[in-house]
């Protein structure tokens, strides 16, 4: 077995190596054929300007311009006549070079699922690997070979829209879905069916814009960078990400795009990637408003030497490159290189030996209404809901969470009750029969129930204008349930995308009907659906039950439901930390310590003196139905050497009425170290399946790469001394047992 397992081994090593040196002879035999022009038109990417995600620079007659050879790649072109019509035309070109087609397929494409944020919340690596998958195979269908995604940017301030695109705050847990989502979105690699090229974004540091305000500058130490902002992209560089794109953001004074540390010194250099770099909408251009770049001749100049090979929707380089290699101020080799990698790209895609093998209209219809697709959908769904809060009844003592699926009456209030297209958030596609196909919270708790509940309904009000006369309406409902359950939250496109927010309460009159109904004295479960952590200390405090749904896609009613009555535990736990009010931000778990630190002193520590020092919710809070004890760690030693792994265990109890999905965290704490070291940095983490009545030991290995930091000199070390090993539910909810790790 093991002389087969070799030789298979060395026959696809083989395989692949043959694979590669045939496709770089190729391309370097086309590259030989093409004028300035033509390889400058490689780099040259613009939108359908019909369905545009940015603004759009006037291009003429696009469709003799692909005839011509003149464009390398579209964005924002979908279906699988379409794309085979303007590939047709590109076949016509001199070169007969194929198109590549993008799509921003964030969360989805025909099937939409959560925002990844809200799959971030699963801490469930391999359901987010397979709802990449399903994206790209839903989306390949119809044309598309590169899914601009996923986004990798850490942020910390929930200000910022677009931590609806990323992982959260956390570096490592940020890393492994990076590398999920990369290896959902390439399957079994570049060629083989339904693979689509991953776009690792914003290279980088986006996630830290002054201010949580979108497009702003970033200012940082390297260290701060290499240590936080840069893992996750190492992280899908190592899954194989074919793809990287630059972010709108100067660093430290110097535009991303026209960044050479990042993307020559670091990426190409350190990281020896090979792979190809493409902008952000514009931003080659946009480096003249940045002040970087006197003109657009002079911003093609600096973002090609600083590593930019393709160039979206700027029109720089397919007017200047050619110019400036003319003039001598670009090497032509440098216009090669990054000719090559693209081309490299089309010939690994298979685009070169049948252009239209992503153009089937039969393969689009299969996969248009997926029923296992639905399903997974709705399964991740109900995987990404947080429980915040759960209290007990006073005369049953026992939780307002799950509901009983009969023989009550369940007022179901608020704006997004019975929405529909509301329920897939930002950077999602709008079908014509998503009326049809997505299921509001009405359906999926009518559908829960059948006929043995009685449901009431009252809209309240609207999602984000100041009228109140819905009110009325909503208390007189209210008043002849036995329990109310009202769904409030942000519009659909308040999260995304230039949505930066300096006030993060539920918009419009929410929070007054939320009160309103509190006032009934009926036990209240409110729910929110948004795209970022918002302010919900008053909604906590009115209600006997706080639920974050997020914006969870297509199955979001039926994923729902199957929370509020109890057929999916709620397993989701927070992947950004939940400030009490906005003057709290940015915080973040891991954070360093201070001289005077927050707890030691009711005075003379670091915080405000209007507010408690704690978050409302830490990073890594969720609960579930039933109780969950855990026992202190247990470590192999409490004096392990430089070469030795340090196993941690620990015994997790659980006394419930159902199967209970556990995310078992270990945080680690330096304590003393040549830099300042954060107060809590995660390092592991389980899920297990407990079921009533079970109690499962859980086991960690640690090794010194664990405990790895960049020093002053930004050299990747780790240093012997006192480390804290803390293991529990969340991050402010730990045991903790100290070693010493020596050399």
């Not at 545009?52 to 279906?79: C, F, H, R």
Request: one cysteine or more; hydrophobic letters at 40%.
């Amino acid at each position: 077995m093991r002389l087969f397992a070799f030789i298979f081994f060395c026959t696809i090593s083989f395989y692949g190596n043959t694979q590669q040196v045939s496709i770089s002879r190729r391309v370097d035999s086309l590259i030989a054929k093409m004028t300035l022009d033509e390889k400058a038109a490689q780099l040259h990417q613009i939108s359908n300007p019909f369905s545009a995600t940015g603004p759009i620079t006037p291009v003429g007659d696009y469709l003799q311009q692909i005839k011509e050879g003149k464009i390398g790649s579209m964005l924002n072109i979908v279906g699988a006549e379409r794309t085979r019509q303007l590939q047709e035309l590109a076949m016509q070109s001199r070169l007969k070079i194929p198109l590549l087609f993008a799509q921003d397929v964030i969360h989805g494409f025909r099937t939409t699922f959560p925002l990844p944020l809200a799959e971030a919340a699963s801490w469930d690596l391999a359901a987010m690997e397979r709802s990449a998958r399903i994206a790209a195979i839903e989306a390949s269908a119809s044309g598309i070979h590169w899914m601009f995604a996923p986004m990798v940017d850490i942020s910390r301030d929930p200000r910022w829209g677009r931590v609806m695109e990323g992982a959260g705050e956390d570096t490592y847990l940020g890393s492994l879905i990076a590398a999920a989502r990369v290896k959902g979105f390439q399957g079994a690699g570049l060629g083989t069916p339904a693979s689509v090229m991953a776009c690792v974004k914003h290279f980088a540091a986006y996630g830290a814009a002054v201010g949580g305000r979108d497009y702003n500058s970033v200012d940082m130490s390297e260290r701060q960078l290499r240590e936080t902002y840069l893992p996750p992209f190492k992280a899908a560089l190592d899954a194989g990400a074919a793809t990287f794109m630059n972010s709108f953001n100067d660093l430290n004074g110097v535009p991303a795009t026209g960044n050479a540390l990042l993307q020559r010194t670091i990426l190409r250099g350190e990281w020896a990637y090979k792979g190809l770099v493409i902008s952000d909408w514009s931003s080659i251009a946009e480096m003249i408003t940045h002040g970087y770049a006197s003109d657009t001749l002079d911003a093609a100049h600096k973002a090609i030497l600083a590593g930019s090979d393709v160039d979206m929707e700027s029109h720089a380089y397919y007017r200047y490159l050619p110019v400036l290699v003319r003039e001598g101020k670009v090497p032509e080799k440098l216009l090669d290189d990054a000719v090559r990698r693209i081309l490299t790209k089309k010939f690994e895609m298979g685009l070169f030996d049948n252009p239209f093998k992503y153009c089937s209209v039969a393969e689009e219809n299969k996969q248009w209404n997926n029923k296992a697709h639905l399903a997974e959908a709705r399964n991740i769904a109900a995987k990404s809901i947080v429980l915040l809060k759960n209290d007990s009844l006073p005369d049953t003592q026992k939780a307002v969470l799950p509901l009983k699926v009969s023989g009550q009456k369940i007022a179901l209030i608020g704006p997004l009750v019975k929405a529909k297209s509301e329920n897939l958030g930002f950077w999602s596609f709008d079908w014509p029969d998503d009326s049809i196909r997505i299921v509001s919270l009405w359906e999926g708790v009518k559908a829960a129930v059948k006929d043995t509940a009685q449901l009431l309904y009252a809209k309240g009000c609207n999602l984000n204008d100041a009228d109140t006369t819905g009110f009325a309406e909503a208390v007189h409902v209210a008043m002849q349930a036995d329990i109310i359950v009202l769904s409030a939250g942000e519009l659909r496109g308040m999260s995304g995308e230039a949505k930066s927010r300096s006030v993060l309460n539920l918009p419009g009159v929410q929070e007054q009907l939320i009160k309103r109904l509190a006032a009934t004295g009926k036990p209240l479960v409110v729910m929110i659906s948004a795209g970022r952590p918002l302010i919900v200390g008053n909604n906590a405090a009115q209600s006997q039950a706080l639920v974050y749904t997020w914006w969870l896609g297509t199955e979001a009613g039926n994923a729902i439901a199957d929370v509020l009555f109890g057929k999916h535990n709620p397993s989701g736990r927070l992947p950004m930390t939940f400030p009490r009010t906005e003057g709290q931000i940015p915080l973040y778990y891991n954070h360093y310590n201070t001289g005077r630190p927050a707890g030691n002193d009711p005075y003379y520590g670091t915080g405000y003196i209007d507010l408690p020092k704690s978050p409302l919710y830490a990073f890594g809070y969720g609960l579930g139905y039933g109780a969950v004890t855990y026992s202190k760690p247990v470590v192999s030693s409490v004096a392990p050497k430089g070469n030795e792994t340090l196993e941690v265990k620990v015994s997790v109890a659980y006394d419930g009425n159902s199967p209970r999905t556990e995310t078992v965290q270990l945080y680690i704490r330096d304590k003393t170290g040549s830099v300042v070291r954060p107060v809590k940095e995660l390092k592991k983490f389980q899920q297990i399946t407990l079921l009533p009545g079970e109690q499962k030991v859980v086991g960690f290995k640690l090794t010194t790469e664990d405990l790895k930091f960049y020093n002053n000199d930004l050299q990747y070390v780790w240093e012997p001394g006192a480390f804290d090993i803390m293991v529990g539910p969340a991050s402010d909810k730990v045991q903790m047992v100290t070693v010493n790790w020596g050399r």
